[in-house]
């Protein structure tokens, strides 16, 4: 929607670059029960859905943007556009120059997709031999490889698990050498799809450090999709909003902040038990549990209600926070769910 | 309208709850039996069609084998009897044939999913029998369509069809053979109680139901290979064992091979194998779920 | 080229550090497609018994036919080995979005999607069809020549390009498609045509049945061809069969290749 703010920030040759992307599916009704799958004999129902609707975007060298979205928004029909799995209905897109649909070696040379919920090593053979493989196909000249591959297994501390066979690995190790995997060619553009999804918080600490550390020493342009803000915060300086194919929003992840929320967090600890008429004079509250108070404080307001609070009241503690980014995505993620989506063929969505 | 949304409330029959209950369970696996078959109707019928298809190689090589050689017939067999004997273990295997049911009892007693029926009050091989049934009822009812059209346009190779007895022996023993098939696939499928990968074993069983059932051949063409017992051949043995009565009895019966009181030997024999095998497979189930509950799944 | 060469390596190690880590499964396999072959040599043993020859006038009489059986093994085993065990795990990676990682890597997809994985156990067969070729050829009416001897191994490889394309455009359809079941059925099925000589398919019925069979689904050349090589003295009507093998292993590939690309482009990839 708001694209004017990002296309400003992105350096003068996008690595990225989308115009009116668009990806239509036409899908069969399998329509439940016995007289309708008769009835389905002789007359099948579809009808078209959108999974991305025209989107432009540009994305710089060196950033590092994370795609946000409910299920099914069309984040990952994005990436698979991006990365040249599917063609697109309409519009146009470049990465590094290409087209990526194209599917020209010497654009797949230089990017890669790391999808975490699917496993691209070989199951019963240890990790080494699956990389041996991409030295093959993304012809790595043997020094390099080494090199490479001893500086990433170290950054992540899976050295001694290179050789053991991969089906006996945890998801979380599994996941730290699908990434070696896909970074032994020296990407310049890195597709990451949920690559810490179902991963315990220290392995997810560990890809966050590895995956920063990978992208400022190599300036990779990273693209990520997830569902934890966890990931977005430790990050992504950028933020893409999809929600029904659409962008929503575009922009740094402190201007989503600023632009979704009208208050702030207020959490007070307080001396005695307050009676909730007195704390509501100061904001909305959430929560009143015993001396403890979490109060919505209008953005405006916190500079003249927090003085109040700290004469009148017997203040053991005060916090105030901004409204959790988990919340303000759901919400985001929830004002356009209404929106009728586009459903020709007469059915309903 | 759905099938899937018949309630299951055994209070509300109480006149004869287990009869009344047990048709509904039945009619709604029926039901989604059925529906499933629709759903995939183009896979359905292609796959049904593309089974007559070996068939017709196999013509076509009896035809050069009649061809070359002077007799009229191979062990009984006219050219024409060796098309309609063909055709005829087609419908014979259509009843006797359970794919995927020894793997998926091995399956379910591999992954644990056979504990549910330890703790429901459903028999197990009821279940499975009943299952059978609407699975086998629900694909004759689609598969008609391609068998009729191919008997119909065979028909020049048929004798004249035999008399009602004949064909009362017949249908008999098509039941027989479905049974009969049913109880060695499931007994096959309960040794996953005692061993843990049975599909090298339905393997060595298939093996020998493929040379011995009648599918590839005629049985009583082994009429002509000796034993070594004096007497008796290797035909003489086959026909006492399980195998033939899911392919070639049946297809025999019709042709009139088989007539008087071979017939009723033939017919004894097999209704004692069924015996025989619903028994081991109930008596397995039986020993198998007494071992599972003893070494815990 | 030798690029490839290496990947295929690689990937051939792979399968074979696989078998022998899972011996007991290795082993059963084998005997598992033995044990089927066997079964129908013994439906050829009996059927021997009753005639001389298969079908009056067409000289395939017991040598020449196991030639031509033992022919059939070793084209069939070829393909089983190195080109159906990748195919038919196409519809998994089509299912669980595995094709979508294949897509993006710098190599040729056609050669991923069909040679990934070798199944070793699969030459088993083309052993035993060496052993029934070489029990066979002595006992020839035609003794072999030099250049029929050149000329059956280039028919073999024919053979097996032909079923190469057929397993191409099996893939294109699960891409396609999404499943295929009922497709390898009809591959097996399909096949089973190439599995007896081409005289057999006579009469009103057979006449177009042979001509479907080999020139628009070019089946019948598959096995058929490098058996009359073998069997059969070289000369006139059998060079045109040899050219005709030749044209059709080229149109195969051609088409199937073309109809692989075209699938590729329609590619819907799985939800995630």
């Known amino acids: 929607m708001d694209n004017s703010a990002s296309r400003s920030k992105s350096e003068s040759t996008p690595v990225i670059e989308v115009e009116g992307l668009a990806k239509e599916y036409r899908v069969h009704d399998k329509p439940e029960g016995l007289a309708a799958s008769v009835r389905s004999l002789f007359h099948r129902t579809s009808r078209v859905v959108e999974a991305l609707r025209g989107v432009d975007l540009r994305v710089g060298r060196g950033e590092f943007v994370a795609l946000l979205g409910p299920n099914g928004a069309g984040k990952t029909t994005f990436l698979k556009l991006l990365s040249g799995i599917i063609t697109p209905s309409r519009g146009t897109a470049r990465v590094l120059g290409h087209v990526p649909w194209v599917r020209e070696n010497e654009f797949r040379r230089r990017f890669a997709l790391v999808m975490g919920q699917r496993n691209q090593l070989w199951w019963d053979l240890p990790a080494a031999e699956s990389f041996r493989l991409h030295r093959e196909i993304y012809r790595i000249e043997p020094s390099r490889f080494t090199r490479v591959r001893d500086e990433l ?34 990407p310049e553009v890195l597709f990451l799809d949920e690559p810490t999804i179902g991963l315990d918080v220290v392995a997810q600490h560990t890809i966050h450090a590895f995956l920063r550390h990978v992208q400022a020493e190599r300036r990779v342009t990273v693209m990520l999709t997830t569902h934890y803000m ?57 929560e009143v549990r015993g001396p403890r108070v979490v109060l919505r404080v209008d953005r405006g307001r916190i500079a003249e209600v927090l003085p109040d609070i700290l004469r009148d009241e017997g203040v053991r503690d005060v916090s105030v926070e901004d409204v959790p980014l988990e919340e303000i995505v759901a919400e985001l993620f929830r004002s356009t769910r209404t929106r009728p989506v586009g459903a020709p063929a007469g059915a309903a969505p | 309208m759905s099938g899937r949304s018949v309630p299951l409330e055994p209070d509300r029959h109480v006149a004869s709850p287990r009869l009344l209950e047990g048709l509904r369970v039945w009619c709604t696996m029926l039901a989604i039996c059925l529906e499933e078959r629709l759903v995939y109707r183009g896979d359905f019928l292609l796959g049904t069609a593309m089974r007559f298809l070996p068939i017709v190689t196999q013509i076509f090589l009896w035809t050069a084998v009649f061809s070359a050689t002077s007799r009229a017939d191979i062990a009984g067999y006219t050219r024409d009897d060796v098309v309609a004997y063909y055709l005829l273990t087609m419908l014979t295997r259509a009843f006797s044939s359970m794919p995927g049911l020894a793997g998926g009892i091995a399956r379910s007693i591999r992954d644990g999913s056979i504990k549910k029926f330890l703790v429901q009050p459903v028999d197990f091989i009821g279940f499975l029998l009943a299952a059978r049934v609407a699975h086998k009822l629900v694909y004759y009812a689609v598969a008609i369509v391609p068998f009729a059209a191919v008997f ?146 | 080229m030798s690029r490839y060469l290496a990947i295929f390596r690689t990937f051939a190690r792979a399968c074979l550090v696989r078998d022998m880590t899972f011996r007991a499964n290795f082993l059963l396999e084998c005997l598992t497609s033995l044990g089927w072959m066997s079964m129908n040599l013994a439906f050829y043993l009996l059927v021997f018994t009753f005639t001389p020859e298969i079908g009056a006038g067409s000289g395939w009489t017991k040598a020449p036919f196991f030639a031509f059986v033992g022919t059939g093994l070793i084209v069939n085993s070829i393909v089983q080995a190195l080109f159906m065990p990748s195919a038919e795990e196409l519809t998994e990676m089509v299912r669980t979005g595995g094709l979508d990682a294949v897509l993006v890597q710098p190599l040729d997809a056609q050669f991923l999607v069909s040679m990934h994985r070798v199944d070793f156990s699969s030459f088993a067969n083309g052993l035993v069809g060496v052993g029934l070729v070489a029990w066979a050829v002595p006992r020839l009416e035609h003794a072999p020549g030099p250049i029929a001897w050149l000329v059956y191994p280039l028919t073999i490889l024919c053979g097996v390009a032909i079923l190469y394309g057929l397993v191409i455009m099996l893939a294109a359809a699960t891409i396609l498609m999404g499943r295929n079941q009922s497709l390898y059925d009809f591959w097996f099925y399909l096949t089973n045509f190439s599995r007896y000589p081409a005289e057999i398919y006579a009469g009103p019925w057979g006449g177009p049945l042979r001509a479907v069979c080999t020139f628009v689904i070019p089946i019948l050349l598959v096995v058929n061809v490098p058996a009359r090589v073998l069997a059969r003295p070289l000369a006139g009507e059998a060079w045109w069969a040899v050219v005709t ?28």
């Open chain 1, 230 to 286: 966890k990931d977005v915060a430790a990050l992504c300086e950028r933020v893409i909003v999809i929600t029904h194919g659409d962008i929503l929003y575009d922009g740094s992840l402190a201007d989503i902040v600023d632009r979704f929320t009208t208050h702030k967090i207020v959490t007070l600890d307080l001396d005695e038990v307050p009676s909730p008429a007195r704390v509501a004079r100061y904001g909305f509250p959430c």
């Open chain 3, 245 to 272: 093998a030749l044209l059709a292993a080229c149109a195969s590939l051609a088409v199937s290749r073309a109809v692989f690309q075209a699938a590729l482009a329609r590619y819907r990839s799985a939800s995630s």
């Open chain 1, 153 to 186: 297994v170290d950054l992540l501390g899976v050295r001694q698990l290179v050789l053991q066979p991969v089906r006996e690995l945890s998801l979380g190790e599994r996941m730290k050498l699908e990434l070696v995997a896909a970074l032994l060619h020296e």
């Open chain 2, 152 to 297: 119909l346009l065979c028909r020049g190779y048929f004798p004249p069809p035999p008399d009602a007895p004949t064909v009362l022996v017949f249908l008999a023993s098509l039941v027989l053979a479905f049974l009969l098939g049913f109880f060695m696939e499931a007994t096959l499928g309960m040794l996953g109680f005692w061993v843990l990968e049975v599909s090298s074993i339905v393997f060595g069983y298939m093996l020998v139901q493929y040379l011995l059932s009648g599918h590839m051949f005629p049985i009583d063409m082994l009429a002509g290979i000796p034993t070594g017992i004096p007497g008796v051949n290797v035909a003489d043995l086959v026909q006492w064992l399980p195998f033939g009565y899911t392919a070639y009895f049946p297809a025999a019966v019709w042709l009139g091979k088989i007539e008087g009181e071979e017939l009723f030997r033939a017919l004894a024999v097999e209704v004692g194998w069924v015996v025989v095998m619903a028994i081991a497979c109930r008596a397995a189930w039986h020993r198998g779920t007494r071992r599972y509950g003893a070494f815990g799944g």
